[in-house]
């Protein structure tokens, strides 16, 4: 069939004037950091910043104006700042996520404007870039990464900041008509004095963030997106003259605003950034956070936090974690993630697969439907394990209710179901916390948890123990009227009392506690905490053997953050407790102190050294089934380099190098054994003790170069090792020495992904 020239040049000419339209829409803001008053036409402009960091709600020491305006590309913002040449501007270069004192905007958006889920786009004065998820009002996660554009200016005694946050960047409830309710929050943060100015004059310090939000009425936009993102590494084990390729790839989804896909095939969940060493001899396990894209990725909906501390019903690192043969990790053959909403009702579903016998399979449903000034949450997650005849699931509901601006409860009911080997185990808890602001800078909260001897969280999530009942109370005050000749603009005092008892009806402890949090004038902070604890007893350390009768204790910690003057940042802490039975006669204390040296704006390096001696150290030893007391002397060194690396003409970093090393040192002498009597009395007893000594070793050296926006080869080498034996003691310093010889594991790695947009 032959095509007549005319339709042809008529297909033509409506072709060409499509894509000049879209290009017109396209340039409707040009993201360059330059505020142009034309193209924020129609914009909303606002003024009336508050200063909050200190709290006060008094108007901003310093100008500050900023444009929202809803574009079909997306949500755009922008910032004019004015700080006079007596305000000194910090242009330090960051790294993605990299937390610094330098002057810097936020702008923060709940989609749907009923507090649930927002997001933080944090942009600096040389254009680096933080994002960040917000969930249960306060709780920001930075594991998260979106693309989105930013650009900004100097000129004179002002700075000006732009960013386009694409409208496929975050799942959202469908928009009534052509309009679109979201809640906003603006803020600017001063780098020398840690002023931070916002609007609406909320604070993320306070029990309530996200409903505080200004909610805002926009024209209704809305994008797809189809993105894949394929890898290929390369690895080369040095220690056992190995090499290993693999290859998989990341997909994103997203057809409209109300549904969301990511999944992953044979993903590489090899760490690129290495988790920090650790000594633990404890009962609980290390909380480890997960830098994974696919598991940072619209994870914020599954974040269901649970327990004091850590505690979540989905903890991801358990995925592709230690396997049930206990001989490695799992091999991850896929995993999938749903996000979407049906009017008022949210929900995702979660679900990952492990290769092999051993592998197991992990599926998680969370369901949340907004009621205005309360919303109601759903999930269950199911994990079977083939290997070990088990299958563990979970079900749990969530209510939230703000009845005022002055008042946040959270109630939430657990249960857990485990079947093993033909046996049938279930158990439940819950948890409530109240909030009230109450008058001038004054606050309470309370907090009250019950999980039962048999709910099992951690076949999916993280609880650090079960069989536990806590009760805390805590009135804080805010004072922020502080004299100009005060280093602090503010201080904000925390008195607490808690009791825990197990759920056989043992008093663990009491404890009664005071805090103080300071802002300097500087942008440094200075924490301190005395806490006082009741005798009573440890249930825990024995692992089921049952418990030890502990004294009354003191426990004290103090730390200080100086941020960066001249060529120096400064951050240091110090703490004393007791951990023993011999009470304050032998205290344990720890010294940490690490220095900053910015040998210019894009080159740091630092170091840390960490000094623990702890005299009375209790180590339960499975094979006696005794405690051993030892006194202990730990060492820890840590240094690196971080050197970040722009074009000539801009500011952005596209290339990143980084070195890290951490040792370990540990010299335990043994003292003596204990026996527990049936009161749960420690008895000395004649049982033959041992000394032991271990180091460690984490040494790293990574280079990124980001070929486009989540897109990066890189480039690491890292080395690690551990040392461990019995009996002949010998000095930290010497251990120290000897670590950097350890090479249990030695590899090099190359690893390239591409993200491709549809």
């Known amino acids: 069939m032959q095509t007549s020239f005319p339709a042809f040049r008529v297909g033509f000419i409506i072709a060409i004037g499509f894509l000049f339209s879209q290009a017109c829409l396209a340039a409707s803001i040009k993201v360059d950091g330059k505020i142009s008053d034309g193209e924020w036409a129609g914009a909303q402009h606002i003024t009336d910043f508050k200063l909050v960091q200190p709290l006060t709600g008094a108007n901003a020491p310093y100008p500050t104006e900023a444009w929202v305006l809803s574009t079909p590309e997306g949500l755009a913002i922008g910032f ?385 123990r079960n069989g536990f009942n806590y009760l805390r109370y805590e009135m804080k005050h805010r004072v922020t009227d502080l004299p100009e000749s005060s280093s602090f603009r503010s201080k904000d005092w925390g008195y607490a009392t808690s009791m825990r008892y197990n759920d056989s009806g043992d008093r663990l402890f009491g404890a009664a506690q005071i805090s103080r949090y300071s802002e300097t004038r500087t942008g440094g902070n200075e924490y301190f905490e005395f806490t006082w604890l009741t005798n009573g007893n440890d249930d825990l350390i024995t692992r089921n053997h049952g418990i030890l009768k502990k004294p009354q204790r003191l426990l004290g910690f103090y730390e200080r953050f100086r941020p960066r003057k001249g060529h120096w940042e400064f951050y240091g802490n110090g703490r004393f407790g007791q951990s023993g039975v011999e009470g304050i006669e032998r205290s344990e204390v720890e010294f940490y102190f690490q220095p900053t040296y910015y040998i210019s704006d894009t080159l740091s390096i630092y170091g840390g050294f960490d000094a623990f001696y702890r005299p009375d150290w209790l180590i339960w030893q499975d094979e006696q089934s005794q405690l051993v007391s030892f006194e202990a002397k730990q060492l820890n060194l840590s240094a690196g380099m971080q050197w970040l690396i722009g074009g000539k003409q801009e500011l952005r970093v596209k290339q990143e190098l980084r070195v890290k090393l951490e040792t370990i040192a540990l010299d335990a002498k043994a003292r003596y054994a204990y026996q527990l009597d049936a009161q749960g009395n420690a008895i000395r007893s004649n049982d033959p003790v041992h000394d032991f000594k271990l180091n460690n070793l984490g040494f790293q050296v990574r280079y990124r170069y980001e070929l486009a926006p989540l897109s990066d080869l890189y480039v690491v080498y890292s080395r690690g090792g551990f040392g461990f034996e019995r009996d002949n003691p010998q000095d930290p310093f010497s251990l120290l020495g000897d670590a950097f010889s350890l090479r249990d594991d030695e590899m090099f790695l190359v690893k390239l992904s591409y993200r491709f947009s549809i």
């Open 80 to 464: 004019r700042n004015t700080q006079p040449a007596s305000v000194p501007r910090t242009r330090e270069r960051t790294r993605r996520d990299g937390d610094a004192a330098v002057d810097r905007v936020n702008l923060m958006v709940d989609y749907d404007g009923d507090g649930g889920i927002g997001y933080n786009f944090t942009l600096n004065l040389t254009d680096g870039i933080q994002d960040a998820v917000i969930s249960n009002e306060n709780n920001f996660s930075n594991d998260w990464d979106g693309i989105w554009q930013h650009a900004v200016s100097e000129e004179g005694d002002t700075w000006s900041a732009e960013m386009l946050i694409p409208w496929y960047i975050a799942p959202m409830q469908k928009a009534k008509g052509d309009t679109r309710t979201i809640g906003i929050y603006l803020d600017r943060v001063i780098g020398t004095t840690g002023e931070r100015m916002a609007w609406p004059a909320a604070s993320y310090t306070r029990p309530r963030f996200l409903s505080d939000f200004s909610k805002i009425e926009i024209p209704q936009y809305s994008q797809s997106l189809l993105a894949i993102t394929p890898y290929v590494v390369g690895v080369s084990d040095l220690v056992r003259s190995k090499d290993m390729f693999d290859a998989g790839a990341d997909i994103y989804w997203k057809p409209n605003s109300r549904f969301q896909l990511t999944a992953t095939l044979n993903p590489d969940f090899g760490q690129v950034e290495s988790d920090s060493l650790v000594v633990n001899f404890d009962a609980v396990e290390t909380f480890f956070s997960d830098k994974r894209p696919f598991f940072t990725e619209n994870q914020s909906l599954f974040n269901v936090g649970f327990g004091p501390g850590n505690g979540n019903l989905i903890y991801t690192r358990r995925v592709g974690g230690l396997n049930d043969s206990q001989d490695g990790a799992g091999d991850v053959t896929a995993a999938i993630k749903l996000n979407g909403s049906l009017g008022a009702l949210n929900y995702g579903v979660f679900a990952a697969t492990e290769a092999d016998d051993i592998g197991r399979d992990f599926y998680a449903l969370r369901l949340t439907q907004d009621f205005g000034k309360q919303d109601l949450g759903f999930m269950t997650t199911r994990v079977n394990h083939p290997f070990s005849d088990r299958t563990a699931s979970v079900y749990a509901v969530d209510h939230h209710w703000k009845p005022s601006d002055a008042w946040n409860v959270v109630t939430q009911f657990v249960a857990s179901d485990i079947a093993e080997n033909g046996i049938d185990t279930r158990d439940t808890g819950m948890q409530i916390r109240v909030n009230q602001e109450l008058k001038d800078g004054w606050r309470q909260n309370a907090y009250f948890v019950h999980l039962g001897d048999d709910l099992e969280l951690n076949d999916f999530g993280y609880l650090d």
